[in-house]
């Protein structure tokens, strides 16, 4: 028989990732608090496995604790620009990484994801940087190491929960497409050089563009 959705028993690592789920969505937003209770009485759970998936947010730097308990992570421009120039290094040495050690299987998957995303009509903001962040994924995978894995996924959960995608100002999207397909053919052709600097600057790029939304964002906030 078939467990109603109601139903579903919760524990930490559930919870866990269902809240992990909705903050990066954006469906719980930066400054909500979030109370041991109410989620214990929203799960059907005491308060033991909440606070067990609430302190894993709060060291994954989701959350932030203030004078009346956790609430979710506001941005920072100086931590999301931090961010960015850790990422252009890293996202440099990734690709060059991939494009020595990619397998065949590593390419076809680079390849059918940037013809999916060449084959999107219109996007939405969050459809832009969930696809982005899977092609740059597959660049991880490709260059089979652990440890700059593990690295590159802990940076860009800082940047998921940023309100709006650098991907939706301007052409932004078609010039970011553009860029990965130069990426791809040089992790083909296994240039090493070529994949490590298209991955910079695109990166350089993604950054300028993040900073003019922030000072825009400080710009009406002023205004």
Do not use: C
């Not at 092609?135 to 959960?157: T, Y």
């Amino acid at each position: 028989m078939t467990e109603s959705p109601s139903a579903t028993r919760h524990d930490g690592d559930s919870i866990h990732d269902e809240l992990r789920a909705q903050i990066l969505s954006g469906a719980i937003p930066p400054g909500a608090a979030l109370r041991e209770v109410v989620l214990a009485e929203r799960f059907g759970v005491s308060r033991t496995p909440v606070r067990a998936a609430l302190g894993r947010l709060e060291h994954e730097r989701l959350l932030d604790r203030g004078a009346r308990g956790l609430f979710v992570k506001r941005i920072d421009a100086r931590e999301v620009v931090q961010v960015y120039d850790v990422r252009i290094m890293l996202e440099g040495e990734v690709s060059a990484q991939a494009a020595t050690s990619r397998g065949d299987g590593d390419l076809e998957r680079l390849e059918r994801l940037l013809a999916r995303d060449r084959a999107l009509v219109d996007p939405s903001d969050r459809e832009r940087m969930t696809t982005n962040l899977e092609f740059h994924a597959a660049i991880w995978d490709a260059a089979h190491n652990p440890v700059l894995l593990d690295l590159l996924e802990r940076l860009s959960v800082h940047l998921i929960h940023a309100p709006s995608s650098t991907l939706s100002v301007g052409d932004r999207w078609g010039e970011a497409l553009d860029e990965h397909g130069q990426l791809v053919a040089a992790i083909r052709d296994r240039d090493v050089v070529r994949a490590d600097a298209i991955a910079r600057r695109h990166m350089h790029r993604a950054r300028e563009i993040r900073l003019e939304l922030l000072r825009s964002e400080v710009d009406a906030e002023l205004a």
